[in-house]
């Protein structure tokens, strides 16, 4: 008798002479699979919901997010960790993504980095966890055990744990606080968890740092209201976004955002407000940096 097969490894029996298909239907085939995808990650939003809302008091207090992982599940890690500060204009270290094999794995594949459990935890080890952190183990098959170390080390340390698998009963699930798995099946190409389950776990990143960003008061409205102006693309945009909650020009847009020192949410707040860029700082922060709050107090004054 074999040993039973994940999931993921398992054999797909609608994609079973996919080498035979014409392209179209190759690519039709890969695209019905990955419709399940969504729906799988449907599943587990209740438990993302509450890992969510404990993740931002954790970050209210000073901590940071580690996404942990190997191969692709750690490079979408890296990915979501670096897109956030030009997206939401937080620092650089407050989303970290850490591989196992370092920094050179997420483009020369080190797969054999992923067999250590001592690695996961000295890896945190080497940026000072702390009990305000949040460590978010990634692994589709459930069982990396570089992935296993580090949120063992995050349990003993204190900070929150959150796991991501796709597979049911994964083992990284029972080391966790938050143990999030989207069964997203077998694979159009067997085993190639690059696929389905790879678009599973960046769309519960996407979901996980863009909820927290928003909780955050990184967003108001459906506007990234904390965006960087630091090229002429992000200039522009940052003036469209100032022009559309404000009802003026991209011109007046403009001046309001140099006025601003590049805050877009300090300009927003002086078009709407009428008042200077000193008060509209302050407005802000008795309101954490949320524009609405930060209207809605006003408008009652």
Not at 52 to 60: I, N, T, W
Not at 107 to 132: M, P, Y
Not at 193 to 204: C, E, L, N, P
Request: glycine content about 8%; hydrophobic content about 40%.
């Amino acid at each position: 008798m074999g040993q039973k097969l994940s999931e993921t490894e398992s054999r797909n029996s609608h994609t079973l002479h996919i080498d035979e298909a014409s392209t179209l239907e190759q690519l039709t085939l890969i695209n019905q699979e990955d419709m399940l995808v969504a729906m799988a990650v449907k599943e587990v939003l209740p438990t993302l919901a509450k890992a969510v809302d404990e993740a931002s008091k954790r970050l209210a207090q000073g901590g940071h997010v580690y996404y942990v992982g190997a191969g692709t599940s750690g490079r979408l890690g890296v990915l979501d960790a670096s897109e956030c500060p030009p997206t939401y204009g937080v620092s650089q270290d407050l989303f970290v993504g850490l591989m196992a094999g370092g920094k050179d794995a997420m483009f020369e594949a080190k797969e054999g980095e992923e067999d250590s459990r001592q690695s996961g935890k000295n890896d945190l080890e080497a940026v000072d966890l702390t009990k305000k952190d949040i460590v978010f183990g990634l692994a589709a098959s459930g069982r990396t055990p570089y992935v296993l170390g580090a949120l063992d080390y995050g349990n003993e340390v204190g900070a929150l744990t959150i796991s991501l698998c796709c597979v049911s009963s994964g083992e990284i699930s029972s080391h966790a606080t938050y143990a999030l798995e989207v069964i997203t099946g077998p694979e159009a190409v067997t085993g190639s968890t690059r696929m389905k389950a790879g678009t599973a776990q960046k769309m519960v990143l996407n979901m996980f740092s863009s909820t927290l960003m928003i909780k955050a008061g990184k967003v108001y409205e459906n506007l990234m209201v904390d965006v960087r102006p630091t090229n002429e693309k992000l200039v522009k945009r940052a003036c469209r976004i100032i022009s559309t909650c404000c009802d003026i020009s991209d011109d007046q847009a403009h001046a309001y955002l140099l006025q601003a020192k590049g805050e877009v949410k300090v300009a927003i707040i002086m078009c709407l407000a009428h008042c200077t860029s000193e008060e509209a700082q302050s407005i802000l922060e008795k309101h954490h940096g949320h524009v609405a709050k930060a209207m809605r107090a006003y408008t009652k004054c």
